[in-house]
């Protein structure tokens, strides 16, 4: 009994093993002249109705394996960079090793080069400029560089702008809630090869908030395939100090996860040289010339952090989680300013020197969580939750000596300040996109939420610290904002339209306890936009857009705190701010998707600037920012993007604009004044592939700007020359690249501010003169996404659906 017991356990043990038996398929890609292909994809699809049942990718040498296949009838396809093979049927009932997977290559051969990477191609939408960058040679730089080479782009120091105002910064449609300072710092350490396109929206629709101007949204890449793969990068510039940084990311995805974890950590000392001419005035002219060499000389230890999740519960529901950290514990500002005071005759009269060293950490950290759902017939409805925590701690230990001509001392004077401010802003909301038979409709409810705490305690170094309550404050600032959204889209043979309204509820409230009062604004806005594209035919296209948009006072500009740099230099922020609101008109002919033509019109009402004024009397000079009593701006601008020849691309942009701006001259009896800028900006920039295959490339690239507005300030004209060379190392395993900017020495201009008795200059010399060598190692499956970016429609739809 026990030994037929036995048998028939020993018996149904084979018979599962036999029913559950899966199989294994291996071989080599390669491509028509036989030589393998790394890293290629290999794809084991349904006989009957083409979906994929499993997939791999080939290693180094081309090979691949497949593993636990169930016997049965299948496909096998190959995909690299666009190119697939043909269809190989397969019946599976036993371990199989086949010969080879050959994918044809069109790669187009010239008479000495070979190229490989796509120039950025320009895309007029009804809305918005599309600058498409993913696979191009663009895609090898940073996100930073990226930005400030995208059509319509200015960058000035750490600042984005477009036509002439910063642009906000979006990533993937949300915004990033962050300083120009860190938001270069963030994107510096984001590498390009993640972007799939930069979108320019001069204005931007209804879906987008209200506040700020043209938006910059970056939308990122999320065709991985299946696998692991990473990189670690780094780089060392050299200006006046050098400096490095060091940075990894990682990606990993399955048929549901998506996820990708990064890091950087950038430690930097960075120098600025601060020169300032101010000329004090009476009724008889000029009475005192103060000549001042201010330098900056900065330490810096950043630790930027992000991690974003893409889980897929089914066809129909998805969700995200992305978060970033910023943190800068370390930030040490050591100063030094000499100054000399001359008199109307040209005499010296007196000379002093201002020692300050100021030390400070900042935080930033934010968080986003996004359900999307996807209806049955069509549409989509997503909610998200945002929170942002960003602290700083900063004080300020300054002295100032003041001497005779002879060099004997007269006096001194010093300062201790004490400085915290912390800023919550926490927002929730949820957009609705869909069809209403042949019209799109976009809607949506947003709700945020602002809450900034500042302190300063201010002491006086002379005799022993002592308290100064009349320059200290705690200030309370409280805003919320409530909005609705909706807009309506369709599209004919030739023409599209889109027209959207947004309506936002606005209550904030600022309390200075020193100043013992409280500052409330209660204010409801719409908010139209209106969009019309007309393609003539398929060479012409003629678009029209308008929208009303709001700038609110920035939480550090209604803080009524003085910022000193010396005892006669110093900021001081404005708790009586108000909302500015512009009317904005664009004009846009596209020819041939290769020439833009874009004529605008902007009045940007009372809108907030950050103004100089010289008090002649108490020999002081103030920053504070105001609203202006009037400002307009308008331009014509021209993009051109061609391939000149197939191994050189030459992109181009040309702005010619008008600014101005009239504002009351607080130091001049409060009369209007007024000032204006009529300025040419051009940019021309050298994209040329050096090599027969690909591996490595030039970049040159010059830009120029006649002048520009800045406040109460005329900006003179600056000059940049840049050259890059990159070069693929190790199968394209690895890329080195060096640059070289500001070849020229013309970066840094003087800002002039002369009118009434005003008469003040300033030229900020930073370290723009600089070489940076730049080194990134790929490792694991690092060419997967470019195997599937261009796979064939109905692939890329059977691999949507698993």
Not at 90 to 114: H, N, R, S
Not at 236 to 250: A, D, M, W
Not at 516 to 531: A, I, K
Request: charged share 20%; proline share 2%.
């Amino acid at each position: 009994m026990r030994p037929l017991l036995l048998f028939f356990i020993i018996a149904i043990g084979f018979f599962q093993e036999a029913m559950c038996q899966s199989f294994q398929l291996s071989g080599t890609i390669k491509d028509e002249s036989g030589t393998p292909i790394p890293f290629a994809s290999a794809f084991l699809l349904d006989s009957e109705d083409g979906t994929m049942v499993n997939g791999s990718s080939a290693d180094e040498n081309g090979a691949f394996v497949i593993e636990n296949i169930q016997p049965g009838l299948y496909l096998l396809k190959a995909s690299y960079i666009g190119q697939v093979s043909k269809d190989l049927p397969l019946d599976i009932d036993k371990d199989i090793k086949i010969g080879a997977l050959v994918i044809p290559q069109q790669v187009e051969e010239l008479d000495e080069v070979v190229v490989f990477s796509n120039r950025p191609k320009v895309e007029r939408k009804v809305d918005r400029l599309v600058f498409n960058v993913e696979n191009s040679v663009l895609s090898q730089s940073n996100s930073w560089d990226i930005l400030s080479q995208t059509p319509g782009v200015i960058t000035l120091q750490d600042e984005l702008q477009i036509r002439n105002q910063p642009a906000v910064v979006y990533i993937n449609d949300r915004k990033v809630q962050l300083s120009s300072e860190e938001i270069r710092s963030l994107l510096e350490n984001y590498q390009g090869e993640n972007i799939k396109s930069i979108e320019v929206i001069n204005n931007p629709p209804a879906k987008y908030d209200a506040e700020g101007g043209a938006v910059l949204n970056i939308v990122t890449s999320k065709n991985i395939s299946l696998g692991y793969k990473g990189n670690i990068s780094t780089n060392y510039t050299q200006g006046v100090f050098s400096k490095f940084n060091f940075g990894t990311s990682h990606f990993y995805k399955t048929k549901k996860l998506n996820l990708n974890a990064s890091y950087s950590y950038a430690p930097r000392k960075d120098f600025k040289d601060l020169i300032n001419e101010t000329n004090f005035m009476n009724d008889d002219g000029i009475f005192s010339r103060w000549n001042t060499d201010f330098d900056k000389t900065n330490r810096f230890k950043t630790h930027n952090a992000g991690i974003v999740v893409d889980y897929e519960f089914d066809d129909r529901n998805t969700i995200n989680l992305t978060s970033n950290a910023q943190i800068s514990p370390d930030r040490e500002y050591d100063n030094f300013q000499y100054t000399t005071m001359v008199n109307g005759q040209g005499l010296l009269d007196s000379t002093s020197t201002t020692a300050s060293k100021l030390d400070e950490a900042k935080n930033n950290i934010s968080g986003d969580l996004t359900f999307k759902h996807y209806f049955k017939e069509n549409g989509s409805i997503s909610i998200n939750g945002h929170y942002t925590n960003f602290d700083q701690s900063r004080t300020q230990d300054a002295r100032s000596d003041y001497f005779r001509p002879d060099g004997t001392f007269i006096r001194d004077y010093g300062f201790f300040t004490d400085e915290e401010q912390d800023i919550e802003i926490i927002t929730a909301q949820v957009d609705y996109s869909g069809q209403l038979g042949e019209v799109g409709i976009e809607a949506g409810i947003k709700t945020s939420l602002i809450n900034s705490k500042s302190l300063l305690n201010f002491y006086t170094q002379n005799n022993g610290r002592e308290y100064v309550s009349d320059l200290s404050d705690n200030y309370l600032y409280d805003e919320d904002v409530y909005a609705a959204y909706m807009s309506f889209s369709k599209d004919w043979e030739k023409w599209s339209v889109k027209a959207g309204l947004r309506a936002e509820q606005t209550q904030s409230s600022g309390n200075s306890l020193v100043l013992s009062e409280v500052n409330n604004l209660d204010y409801f806005e719409l908010f139209p936009s209106f969009y019309l594209l007309h393609s003539i035919n398929e060479n012409h296209s003629l678009s029209f857009d308008y929208s009303r948009k709001v700038k609110r006072p920035r939480y550090e500009d209604l803080n009524p705190f003085k910022t000193f740099i010396s005892e006669n230099i110093f900021y001081e922020g404005n708790p009586y701010l108000q909302p500015s609101f512009s009317n904005n008109f664009n004009l846009n002919y596209t020819l041939n998707q290769e020439y833009f033509f874009d004529f605008y019109y902007r009045d940007n009402g009372n809108y907030i600037s950050t103004l100089s004024f010289q008090d002649n009397d108490n020999l002081v000079l103030i920053d504070s920012s105001q609203n202006v009593l009037g400002s307009t701006s308008y331009g014509f601008d021209f993009n051109y993007g061609k391939s000149i020849t197939n191994y050189w691309y030459l992109y181009s942009y040309i702005s010619i604009f008008h600014e101005d701006e009239t504002f009351l001259a607080l130091e001049s009896d409060e009369v209007s004044a007024k000032n204006e800028v009529n300025g040419f900006y051009l940019d021309l920039t050298n994209y040329v592939t050096l090599s027969q295959d690909g591996t490595f490339k030039g970049e040159l690239g010059l830009t120029y700007l006649s002048g520009f507005l800045a406040g109460s300030n005329k900006q003179n004209e600056t000059t940049n020359l840049t050259l890059g060379l990159q070069k693929s190392l190790w199968n394209r395993r690895a890329q080195i690249s060096l640059s070289v900017n500001d070849i020229l020495g013309g970066a840094n201009p003087w800002n002039t501010s002369k009118y009434l008795n005003q008469n003040n200059a300033f030229k900020s010399v930073e370290e723009t003169q600089n070489f940076r060598i730049g080194f990134t190692y790929n490792f694991g499956n690092f060419r997967l996404d470019d195997n599937k970016r261009e796979i064939e429609k109905e692939e890329r739809d059977r691999l949507q659906s698993e």
